[in-house]
């Protein structure tokens, strides 16, 4: 049930969406163009690292962002990838797409610098590649895959993790964070040659814990 404010974080959030749905953020020297309600994941992969550290993601091959968003994991790992690293964005709102190419775009300078191989795809992850719902969320952050209609989705492509990682090299490493999709999509994928796996877990934990157990990681739950 709803508090009360839930109710009113969620009638501003929705105000701003509709009064101004993007903007301009000044990092430094970044100027990202983001999500107006967006600043909780800004807060997650630029400021804070909750998936992986700096040293990781510079001693990966190959970095997934699954549920990319805007894209701020993905500019996380541009700047601190290691020359060479092949970095991959999957994102199934359109709208987010046009932001996350935007920011790529602004580093593209640090791209060619460091030799970076970066692919962005609008695709929503999967375990199977059909046409699906994308349930539009009143917070940009919380779209999910949906098999009921309610008016407000969109029909989106969709991309296995298995054909992900086909395009990876070395040692990947992955962030997932896709709403819901993450049991069914690593119950049915072959992670076993992927060297680390971070999932935001919308659920029970525990039958993720489970998946990633059965294909040899070890794990453990960060709150």
């Known amino acids: ?36 309600d967006g600043f909780g994941s800004i807060e997650e992969n630029i400021f804070n690292n909750v998936y ?39 994102e199934p709102n359109p709208l987010a797409i046009k932001l996350c190419i935007d920011n790529i775009k602004a580093l593209s300078w ?22 699906i719902n994308l349930k539009l969320s009143w917070w940009s952050e919380g779209s999910y895959i949906s098999s009921e209609l309610h008016g407000n989705e969109i029909k989106v492509k969709a ?30 994928s072959n992670i076993r040659d992927v060297h680390m796996i971070a999932v935001e877990v919308h659920g029970d934990p525990n039958t993720i814990v489970e998946i990633l157990r059965s294909q040899g990681f070890k794990t453990y739950i960060q709150h």
Not at 8 to 22: A, D, Q, S, W
Not at 62 to 76: E, Q, R
Not at 115 to 127: C, Q
Not at 160 to 187: C, F, Q, S, W
């Open 1 to 36: 049930m709803l508090t009360q404010f839930d109710l009113l974080r969620k009638g501003f959030i929705r105000l701003l969406n509709v009064l101004h749905p993007f903007t301009t953020l000044k990092i430094g020297p970044l100027s990202l163009h983001v999500f107006t």
């Open 52 to 90: 992986f550290t700096s040293k990781e993601i510079k001693d990966a091959d190959t970095i997934i962002d699954l549920g990319a968003h805007h894209c701020s994991f993905t500019i996380n790992s541009i700047i601190k990838s290691s020359p060479g690293s092949t970095i991959i964005a999957v």
């Open 110 to 131: 640090l791209i060619s610098k460091k030799e970076l191989s970066v692919k962005i795809f609008n695709r929503a992850v999967w375990d199977s590649e059909e046409i």
């Open 159 to 188: 991309i296995t993790l298995d054909n992900i990682i086909k395009l990876a090299r070395g040692k990947t490493i992955i962030k997932m964070d896709i709403e819901g999709a993450e049991y069914r999509v690593l119950k049915n």
